[in-house]
Nanobody, 129 residues
Framework: VQLQASGGGLVQPGGSLRLSCAAS????????MGWFRQAPGKEREFVAS????????YYADSVKGRFTISRDNAGKTVYLQMNSLKPEDTAVYYC???????????????????????WGQGTLVTVSS
């Protein structure tokens, strides 16, 4: 599976961005897809996930109500709509694909980096005035 992320950039506080991540190769729409981010000097942290077959979504508390994860109809592209951006959202954003998720997988499962078997190259989001 190959992942291509795009959509990062510089935005002012309060602004919006939409990230995209397209999967190719041996990918199945039942796979979980998620977004993580890593700020300078910090560990990679969970942002949002679209679970098994896109049937459920999960969010980190820090982005609930501001970010929305979604997939296209084919299930091969995942989006992250980011609104009301804050300077603390500045990070490199990575998309991941989890091939081992099942219908009963939980939010805790999807928030763990070890759930994801494939990663995109990352796209930088900078929130600054």
């Amino acid at each position: 599976v190959q992942l291509q992320a795009s959509g990062g950039g510089l935005v002012q506080p309060g602004g919006s961005l939409r990230l995209s991540c397209a999967a190719s190769g041996r990918f199945f729409s039942r796979y979980a897809m998620g977004w993580f981010r890593q700020a300078p000097g910090k560990e990679r942290e969970f942002v949002a996930s679209s679970g098994w077959s896109g049937r459920s979504t999960y969010y980190a508390d820090s982005v609930k109500g501001r970010f929305t994860i979604s997939r296209d109809n084919a299930g091969k592209t995942v989006y992250l709509q980011m609104n009301s951006l804050k300077p603390e959202d500045t990070a490199v954003y990575y998309c991941g694909v989890g091939a081992r998720a099942i219908l009963s997988s939980t939010g805790a499962y999807y928030s763990a980096p070890t759930t994801y078997d494939y990663w995109g190259q990352g796209t930088l989001v900078t929130v600054s005035s």
